[in-house]
């Protein structure tokens, strides 16, 4: 992407209604823009980060057999009347009355919605398991809608929903989910921790939290420091075999949410107890027949006999997350981006854009980087080095090719990591093998 | 993806409430239900055509240099009071309450937050012009929705705006979305006509509809039969030249909408008229000031001067063409998909998945054209080999392979193609070597 070409409306004040550092270093970088009290238009800069996370999130369901489908933002009132949530939701659900006078609703969670497509279409045991997921907006009229993203009202979240016959059967989904977001989490270069969780509105009696780790983080959690080191990279996943000595692996240790916090465990766990900030992104939730029952969402079981489903739901807060990175990873002079969704990945800064020399190796090194199918931005503005250094560290990009005039004369870059700040001399072959590797 | 695993419900029946070719294939195809009236999820099926015309349309908008961004589906009442079309919209517009009595709508297009957008971040001429567009889910509240999703309430629509400092440069820009149209539907696998057509409530006094043909179309045309053998096909298009040639060469001849009909030139033209019928995919705008003057959206012009800015809005209907697609390209036994769109390239059909030479052939293939990244879909079901003919035309895979016990044993299969019907016995590696090409 042309610099020049791009729409990066970036901020040199810090937006006062902004409270907490994401919400300012996003409105400061471009990357969204309030339209009313928590809606954000997203603006090309954020979008670019908002797709790279929806992917990576995509790709670990579908590789755990979850099936991509797509609810509606708006869903009728009917299926939560009938689902006993509909007065239960209180002012946090949007409520619409269409010209007809028919009760709609901006859908908060999509329970009621997939489980009246199951029980209209799934009649045998034969056809479950199912998971289904669907990356969808959703909207919860917040009393007071704060911090950006991180607590809007229409929001982007992912939700998947399982179909079992029995609790084992529910079980084995929801270990499935449960992996599944360690990884995914992992791959959003995030140290996320599963945390024991209330089930609140959704309902049931076996959820889990994923709070990532992050000093300015909503709410105070304290764990094992076991946890620290715990990983799956590198270990292959067996999606056929038993999840659950893996998951027992991740729940067997002390982690807890402020509200959920033991003072006896963690007297006893002495120096081992880690406490320090997290933000929640992510929720699974198992919780039998709580939707299925009154629903009647039965299938037709071994045995000839009607079986009521049971039922979890799984949710990651796409957009939240976007926030969420960059409370956990970003300095005075901004956003540092993990490399897996930064929006661009290498930036080309050309000091002096009017020099022969350097437009020649700009232009070749962006085209170079743009034909091995990198995201890589150019600053060809016409515009003083300053400014391009603080905007370019600004937006995080993680790689940044400086182009100066001295340099470029012997055919020399500076390559810039940002987030360690080391700069490095080298030949224009040199930076993009660097690059390339 | 194995058809075992799938979420592919399709009916037997057709539904008794669809009067329209498009809207009873995609319900027995198991690609869309409706949750509300004119308001459907996309079943795992229907998401991929989506997706994949998506991507296209995405594509294409990219390669004309605009630039994505992503606008949310609610919008403050406050800037359609101040462009003044709050009142003038009527009852299609869904009109929100939430929980603090501020009023919101839900989107069903979106000049007025553009321009908003505009206003409040480029201040001068030197940053126009600006191509911005976003995919999104809009809202009108149709009295009497049908056709499924030709005419649904929500619908996923592609909206591109552009903002030039003068006429000039408005042309500029809107003759480079009438070409990226023209190549977009072309990609699409559809016969797309531009005609001169009414602005309507966006305004303006320069606008084309682009209408594909189709027997079972909403609406009556007539147009000089040269359209039906021109296209861009293998023309390279300069986006930095001058694109009135081309745009001149696909409007100057005769096309109109029933309403746009001119009984004198249709006499004149004899027997080069051909008439027909249509349907409506896309719709560009040129439309001046009319939103950006009294919402005040200037730029200081090379003059130092005040300059309110030059409009232009371009729409597709990304959700409506999925049924477009369909109308224009069906027999008897389902659909036809167009290669760009399908959502299962290629499908395999085991007749015997119980018969070991049968389910090693249907393996093998199946995992050869994963790994070259053909989207396949296997069809390992415990089915009755009609059930499995009859399902793979009705969802349209454009070519199937047949593995039946006699050729497995000497690793023979047919290879069908869907729009055709043609079979031909080939080796299992001339199949896929015919397929791979």
Redesign the interface.
């Known amino acids: 992407m042309l610099l020049s ?3 990066l ?1 970036t901020l040199k004040e810090t937006p006062a209604e902004a409270q907490i550092v994401s919400h300012r270093l996003m409105l400061r970088a ?1 990357m969204i ?1 309030q ?3 928590g ?6 800069l954020g ?1 670019r980060v ?1 797709r790279k996370i929806e992917r990576i999130v995509r790709e670990e369901q579908d590789a755990f ?1 979850c ?10 009132a009917e299926i939560w009347q009938e689902s006993g949530r509909y007065d239960a939701y209180g ?2 659900m ?1 409520r ?1 009355i ?3 006078e ?1 009760g ?1 609703l ?1 859908g908060p969670t999509n329970e009621e ?1 997939i489980t ?2 199951f029980r ?3 009649r045998s045991y034969r056809h479950l398991p ?1 998971l ?1 997921y669907h990356i969808q ?1 959703k ?1 919860r ?1 917040e ?1 007071r809608p704060r911090f950006g993203v991180m607590r809007g009202r ?1 929001f982007l979240m992912k939700d998947a929903y399982s179909f079992d016959l029995d609790r084992a059967g529910a079980i084995r989904s929801y270990n499935k989910m449960f992996v599944c977001y360690l990884r995914t989490f992992e791959r959003l270069g995030l140290k996320a921790i599963p945390m024991r969780a209330d089930t609140g509105p959704i309902g049931g009696d076996l959820s889990h939290e994923f709070v990532i780790l992050a000093d300015t983080g909503e709410s105070e959690i304290a764990y094992h420091r076991d946890f620290l080191h715990m990983s799956l990279a590198g270990q292959p996943v067996d999606l056929e075999g038993d999840l659950q000595p893996l998951v027992d692996a991740f729940t067997g240790k002390y982690a807890a949410t402020d509200e959920q916090r033991d003072p006896a465990v963690e007297a006893a766990l002495g120096e081992a107890l880690v406490t320090g900030r997290g933000i929640e992104v992510g929720h699974i939730f198992s919780f039998g027949t709580k939707y299925s029952r009154p629903m009647n969402a039965v299938v037709v079981g071994p045995g000839g006999d009607s079986v009521c489903v049971e039922m979890g739901s799984y949710g990651i807060g796409v957009s939240r997350l976007v926030g969420a990175i960059i409370e956990a990873s970003h300095d005075e002079a901004g956003i540092i981006w993990p490399e897996s969704v930064a929006p661009f990945v290498v930036g080309i800064l050309s000091l002096k854009p009017d020099d022969a020399a350097c437009a020649a190796i700009g232009q070749r090194m962006y085209e170079q980087l743009v034909a091995q199918g990198i995201d890589v931005v150019y600053d060809d503005r016409d515009e003083r080095a300053g400014v391009k250094f603080s905007e370019m560290d600004l937006i995080g990009v993680p790689h940044q090719l400086i182009i100066g005039p001295r340099g470029a004369k012997s055919g020399q870059v500076e390559l810039k990591d940002r987030r360690t700040g080391e700069r490095q001399e080298l030949a224009v072959e040199a930076a993009l093998a660097r690059l390339l590797k």
Do not use: C, N
Not at 39 to 44: E, F, K, T
């Open positions: 070409r791009y729409f409306p471009g823009r339209s009313s009290a809606i954000y238009s997203w603006l090309p979008l908002l057999g099936v991509e489908m797509l609810m509606p933002t708006l869903q009728p002012p946090e949007l619409i269409d010209r007809h028919r709609l901006y919605m009246e497509i209209s279409t799934v199912k289904l907006w909207f009229d009393i229409e």
